[in-house]
């Protein structure tokens, strides 16, 4: 454990979106070589993890085949890890891409589905070594957004996570293989997901690394009434609070500037009161 002053720098996660119709940047990267040009960039702005994701999860989305996702991912995946030395990780809820993945060298699997889906808890936990980060999502992401509803928001999240877990660790699953996301943006109002930012301690003291997914969400729209291409300071500002509190990993779209950003925020952390 590291000194009591010392405040453990959160990880940058950069999105690789290999899809046509992602919400914020559908269809930049679908090709392989722009997806391969993406990765490089983001390695070079300083992302620690990079996370390629086959399939969109954004609100009325159409789903993708498996026969698809495989295609856009598996090629991806393969090109990095042989020119990048970088963790990556597969954003999916498909069990056979979850395993596919994990054989062509994934080191995470990122599942807004929390391993709920056929076969995906036994892919993962097939493996020793890949980390896998359990999301939660109401409904599921074609509809998610029509009505969410919670009598308690906050403890809703975290009983679900609590029992995800735990489910995990009866199949096997190492504790230390395990992050947490409490979703925002799946299935949440504004006011559910501001109520998750404000009490985000809560997963924190679950005692597993919290990974937090806030890049150009809606929330960030609604609240300053901005497009999806202007809400950069929105997610800077949501980073700077969720790293505050103890999260471990910020998934962005925009690597350089959370980077700068988070960095700045950790000289401010590491500092004790007593020089």
Known sequence: MPPENIVPASQVMGILNVTPDSFSDGGHFFSRDAALKQAHQMAAEGADIIDIG??????????????????RVIPVLEKIRAELPIPISVDTSKAQVMREAIAAGADMINDVMALRGEGSLAAVAASNKVQVCLMHLQGEPRTMQLNPHYDDVVNEIKAFLQARVQVCLEAGI????????????????????????????VFIELGYPVLVGVSRKSLI??????????????????????????VAVIRTHDVAATVETLKMTHAVLQQTDNL
Not at 54 to 68: L, N
Not at 221 to 246: F, I, M
């Open 221 to 246: 729209g609604q609240v300053l009434n901005k497009p999806v291409t202007e809400r950069l300071y929105g997610s800077l500002a949501l980073a700077v609070l969720a790293v505050s509190k103890g």
């Open 174 to 201: 190492a504790s230390s293989r395990l992050l947490i996301d409490p979703g925002f943006g799946f299935g949440k109002t504004v006011e559910h997901n501001l109520q998750l930012m404000k009490q985000l301690q």
């Open 54 to 71: 086959g399939e969109s999860t954004r609100p009325c989305a159409e789903p993708a085949s498996v026969e698809e996702e495989l295609d």
